[in-house]
């Protein structure tokens, strides 16, 4: 008989070897570089077995993702064929937001499926009015870009090319976006192939049991985690900025012997702008903070995950229904989800729970029209400080919590677009005072050399990130435009604005909160 | 008069030598890591008339590492107003995703040594901003005063314009007696990598500058005038060119294993291997396609490692050219517990030489992959040729505490053969090779016990064990050419570009036999380059073409748009003789010494076990069978079939 944990390592092994197939054959620098993708495998009844550790808000989201597909399709009355695979970036299905795009093949093995693959992939474009379909001043998701619902992109092992032409012509950037959609379904190829290989080796049943033991184990391993954590009740509150409003994010976390709950009741309705964060992301987020108070190595499979109850009433900021905007939530609302669970989880597992990190991503977007280089655009993110740790001071400018993706190097942006960069430094201070102290964050500014339109998305302007036990917070975020012509201007968290040549944008991110006194 | 290659490795100091005759000879002695040059003498000695050492060392990644010992020098870095950050900052992501206590790489300079000066040069290479020469003057006296001996210079867009490095750096040379120029050390763009490259050969000057010389000296005292020194890129250079940039002599011992089956792989026309070494600690994996080693531009020392590859921000970035290498944490050392939800593990944690595994009987008490092989009789009591005898009933009583001895050592030599195989199949995978197409080549102490287990894992047909398993990698150090690298960023006219660098290198060098052009080229705008060989003459057209056809088998498509070569690069390679590997002189019959229980596939079978030397050439040994020798172990599984090749080497198939 082979043990399980071999039959366990070696479909962690395919997860991770579709993500290298994957960034293999993508062509956007986002999954190239940035590695800005995940993978998972997944049993006959879609509880996910293995996943690669790569971006953790796709990660959770396969949970509901690959669920939300599979009971769509039994509505729709759509059978899974061999060789058939699904496609979508319907957030309300997928789980994250329209770039995010899903794409999830059944393996059949002697006319029966018993197992899945799936992958999600950020597409660099998917239609919409703004490059990179990232619309600041969106009111509903129909002026985010192009949503496709579950369809069949390959029918028995046959690409469906005008499902394919249809989202490619939808994109900004049709060639980069017809490269890494083949890319995706290569991933799922190899994925299948792999998993059949497995099963030639040690037989079905041998394998079926190898992962529903694996299941177990992450179940186990969770459980005996939360046996040092205090058990009852702890509540939390934070919020994102929207215009002179703030919506508020409320958790009540309840931990007991058997498993976790979170529930957001109490937090803000929806919103008509792109800040609503699906029911997906909202899992996600929450199941990223619980596995980081969490000591050990436990394996983020639905052993894991089975732990977890997440309930976000319906028309929720964290839960919204269509058609409300979704872009930010995924990339902004999410870090504020993991900064309300990880408060609340700090009452229950002192030891382990940081202050808040800067809780934005800083999203940059800006384009515009040169006669040397045509339309361009470029997106970019900002890191900042993590929160002071029990025991020792936070980390200064890194991704925090829901994202880790790289920067763009200077040299290489300033050869692509009419910018240069003036500073790029850390932000000496922006970490809250405390026993420990909040990591800084960064400052990152620069001049146009041409007209150019800016936007940007970010948070913690108003407030900055929390600090735990008496520790200070953060200093918030900040943006500030010298104009060429002397004028300063003081700028919110999230706007459009137009640049002339010379103008200067100088971007302060948050430093991380303090912890102790 | 011999040649003798010394690879100093964290338990043991390989010897292998030619003779004057052409025959080789080999030994181990213990390492002496705080002062490495105390094992080396002492095994010169051992052989006598000795004319010339090649030499591979770990002593740069080792300092980089934090050994005891080995500590790092005070470097300051002089930067552009602005971003003297830069090397702390990094790529902004964290090595560890859900660890909330993670930190980064220690800066190698602090704050507080990290200076900033007024100038700017941007993407073009225009002056935006001239060099403020009076703060460098009063940074010179600053230096002098904070007893700075090593500076990295490193400005914006220096490796098109690197005028104000050369300033910068005549007038800070006269406080400090190392100064290393971003534009000298890694003429590319990507200011991260390239200031954290700077600085790491500044941090390593010092040391290794002090290493050497006080290496030759002892060398001269002992009447050997000729030192050189195996690169990461798997070539040699002379001291002088380690001394200059000693950020190329960081994967110095991993790569002479490369070299070796490459070297290897030439002789027996073999053009496609996957050179497999495992050792105490780690084992490593490499791929020679066509007869040539991969090489890979960038690697971050002091990093960690996920599933064979290092994980990126986890340690600081070198770019240089370095064999390309994945490497797991399995060797024999590496140890075999359980976690708290009752999941049997394998590493990352080794016991390395010291304590070592429990059955070396050194205090050793937590039980290791040796143990493992040894309970399941795939190693036998007595190492080094008898010297060294192993406690098998300590072995079994310390994995006792996990379960059924036998069961926890099967499971925990599958758990590292998935491993490993995985770090394989990500060195192939990654380009778009099929493992099944390569034949497999295996040494280093443990690589033989093994590689047939992971030949069955990839589909593997056909491995390879060479000659000396536990010093090939030595050998390799015999087997190489030298190779002196230059480049150039962005060059504007293809040929006359490599013109000048090869007539810089062939000034520095002397003869050369030939040299080899490649470059880095992307599409215009893309975010990443492909390597490309580049023929004499240099023609742009062609480059285009072997891009496109590269861009094509490794991503599967073309773009309709302009290429832009990133960087030039040229090899001045100078070939040396090879030493010849005799074939073995044996008699023609040939018997099993023995025969012990073994655990071969699922049962264990009574199976005969050979020395290596009593087989003679053409020799056939069917599966399963142990092939022992002096340092390690074959083990045969059964529907193999074993061959003894024309240099003694050991072919198996199925």
């Known amino acids: 008989m082979v043990s399980w944990e071999i039959i366990y390592k070696a479909s962690v092994f395919i997860a991770e070897e579709m993500g290298v197939a994957l960034k293999r054959s993508a062509f956007s620098p986002n999954i190239k570089e940035r590695m800005d993708h995940s993978c998972a495998v997944l049993d006959s009844r879609g509880l996910i077995v293995a996943q690669a550790e790569h971006i953790p808000v796709h990660l959770g989201s396969f949970r509901v993702g690959v669920s939300n597909v599979l009971k769509w399709l039994k509505d729709n009355n759509v059978s899974l064929e061999e060789g058939d695979m699904i496609i979508l970036n319907d957030p309300y299905i997928s789980g994250t937001h329209l770039n995010d795009v899903m794409v999830l093949a059944p393996v059949y093995y002697k006319g029966e499926i018993i197992a899945y693959v799936v992958n999600k992939a950020h597409q660099v474009d998917v239609g919409g009015p703004m490059p990179g379909s990232m619309n600041p001043n969106a009111r509903t998701i129909y002026e985010e870009g192009l949503i496709v619902p579950p369809v069949k992109m390959v029918k028995r092992g046959r690409v469906d090319n005008d499902i394919m032409r249809l989202i490619v012509e939808n994109s900004k950037t049709p060639k980069v976006t017809l490269g890494d959609l083949n890319a995706q379904l290569a991933a799922n190829r190899m994925g299948a192939k792999r998993v059949l290989e497995l099963i030639d080796k040690y037989g079905l049943e041998e394998v079926i049991m190898g992962w529903s033991k694996a299941i177990d184990y992450g179940r186990s391993l969770a459980l005996l985690n939360l046996r040092d954590w205090r058990k009852g009740y702890s509540k939390a509150e934070d919020y994102i900025e929207l215009n002179d409003e703030d919506i508020t994010i409320r958790v009540l976390v309840e931990v007991r012997d058997d498993g976790i709950r979170a529930d957001y009741t109490g937090s803000s309705r929806q919103v008509d702008a792109p800040l609503n964060a699906v029911y997906g992301v909202t899992f996600a987020a929450t199941s990223y903070a619980i596995r980081v108070a969490m000591s050990s190595d436990v394996p983020v499979n639905e052993g894991f995950y089975s732990v977890i109850e997440v309930n976000a009433p319906e028309g929720t900021i964290v839960n919204p229904v269509k058609p409300a905007p979704v872009a930010g939530g995924n990339v902004e609302t999410s870090q504020r989800i993991a900064d309300v669970v990880l408060r609340a989880l700090a009452e229950l597992v002192p030891d382990r729970i940081p202050a808040a990190g800067s809780g934005t991503m800083m999203n940059v977007m800006i384009g515009g029209y040169d006669n040397e280089r045509g339309y361009w655009a470029y997106y970019e993110t900002i890191g900042g400080g993590t929160g002071g740790r029990p025991g020792k001071n936070g980390v200064s400018g890194v991704h925090v919590n829901m994202t880790n993706t790289l920067n763009t190097p200077i040299e290489v942006a300033e050869r692509n677009y009419p910018i240069i960069y003036t500073t790029y430094m850390i932000r000496n201070g922006s970490g809250g005072k405390g026993l420990y102290r909040g990591g800084d964050g960064i400052i990152r500014a620069f001049k146009v050399l041409k007209p150019a339109r800016l936007s940007i998305l970010a948070d913690r302007f108003k407030r900055g990130p929390y600090g735990l036990r008496g520790g200070e917070q953060g200093k918030p975020g900040r943006v500030v435009i010298n104009r060429i012509d002397g004028r300063i201007e003081e700028k919110p968290s999230k706007f459009t604005v137009d640049l002339n040549p010379g103008d200067e944008v100088v971007i302060e991110t948050p430093g991380g909160g303090g912890w102790g006194q | ?654």
Request: charged content about 25%; glycine content about 8%; proline content about 6%.
């Open chain 2, 1 to 654: 008069m011999s040649i003798v290659a010394i690879d100093v490795g964290g338990t043991f100091t390989d010897f292998i030598y030619v003779k004057s005759d052409g025959s080789l000879g080999y030994f181990k002695v213990l390492s002496t890591p705080r002062s490495p040059e105390i094992a080396i003498i002492n095994g010169l000695k051992l052989i006598g008339d000795v004319e010339e050492v090649i030499h591979a060392s770990t002593i740069a990644t080792n300092a980089l590492r934090g050994q005891v010992g080995l500590d790092l020098p005070r470097v300051a870095l002089i930067t552009t107003r602005g971003f003297r950050d830069i090397i702390e900052i990094g790529r902004q992501n964290r090595p560890r995703l859900y660890d909330p206590f993670f930190d980064k790489p220690r800066p190698l300079v602090p704050r507080d040594l990290r200076f900033e000066v007024d100038e700017r040069v941007d993407y073009k290479g225009n002056i935006v901003k001239p060099l403020n020469i009076e703060e460098v003057e009063a940074l010179s006296l600053k230096l002098r005063e904070l007893n700075v001996e090593s500076i990295a210079i490193a400005f914006l867009h220096s490796y098109i314009n690197p005028i104000h490095e050369f300033i910068a750096s005549s007038i800070l040379g006269k406080a400090v007696s190392f100064v290393s120029l971003s534009h000298r050390v890694v003429p590319e763009p990507r200011e991260y990598e390239r200031f954290s490259t700077t600085v790491v050969n500044a941090t390593l000057a010092p040391l290794v500058s002090r290493y050497i010389s006080r290496l030759s000296d002892r060398l001269k005292s002992i009447g050997i005038k000729r030192l050189h020194l195996m690169s990461s890129s798997g070539g040699l250079v002379d001291a002088n060119e380690v001394i200059d940039r000693p950020v190329q002599f960081i994967e110095s011992g991993p790569a002479a294993g490369v070299v070796a089956s490459a070297e290897l792989a030439k002789i027996l026309r073999e053009p496609n291997i996957i050179s497999f070494d495992m050792g105490g600690t780690t084992a490593k994996a490499g791929t020679i396609v066509d007869l040539e080693f991969e090489i890979t531009s960038e690697y971050e020392v002091g990093g960690e490692s996920h599933h064979g590859r290092i994980v990126k921000g986890s340690g600081y970035p070198v770019r240089f050219p370095f064999i390309d290498l994945a490497e797991v944490s399995a060797g024999g050392g590496t140890i075999i517990w359980r976690d708290e939800a009752g999941a049997l593990r394998v590493g990352p944690i080794s016991a390395g030489a010291d304590p070592g595994p429990v059955c070396y009987g050194r205090g050793g008490v937590k039980p290791t992959l040796t143990d493992a092989n040894l309970v399941l009789g795939r190693l036998g009591e007595y190492l080094l040729g008898g010297s060294m005898r192993l406690d098998r009933e300590a072995s079994i009583k310390a994995l006792s505490k996990l379960g059924d001895p036998y069961e926890v050592s099967r499971e925990a030599i599958s758990l590292a053969n998935l491993e490993m195989a995985r770090a394989i199949r990500l060195v192939t995978v990654e380009r778009g090779l099929d493992p099944e197409r390569f034949t497999l080549m295996a040494f280093g102490g443990a690589g033989p016990q093994h590689a047939l287990d992971i030949a069955e894992e990839l589909n593997i047909r056909k491995v390879i064990i060479p000659p000396h398993p536990g010093v090939f990698s030595a050998l390799g150090l015999l087997m190489a050419d030298w190779r002196f690298e230059a480049r150039t960023a962005f060059p504007t006219n293809l040929e006359d570009t490599y013109r000048t660098l090869e007539a810089e290198l062939a000034k520095k060098i002397g003869r050369v036999d030939y040299y080899v052009r490649y470059a880095d080229v992307r599409y215009e705008g893309q975010g990443w380059e492909l390597t490309i060989p580049v023929g004499r003459p240099a023609i742009i057209d062609d480059v285009r073409r072997a891009f496109e056809d590269k861009h094509l088998s490794i991503f599967g498509f073309t773009l309709n748009r302009d290429i832009e070569v990133v960087v030039a690069r040229v090899f001045a390679v100078v070939t040396r003789v090879k030493p010849r590997i005799e074939p073995p002189k044996r008699p023609k019959e040939f018997k099993a010494k023995s025969s012990r229980l073994t655990y071969i596939h699922d049962e264990m079978v009574e199976v005969p076990v050979y020395w290596r030397e009593d087989l003679p050439v053409g020799a056939v040994v069917e599966g399963p069978a142990l092939i022992e020798e002096y340092d390690s172990t074959t083990v045969l599984l059964d529907e193999w079939r074993l061959t003894v090749g024309e240099l003694g080497e050991l072919r198996i198939e199925r």
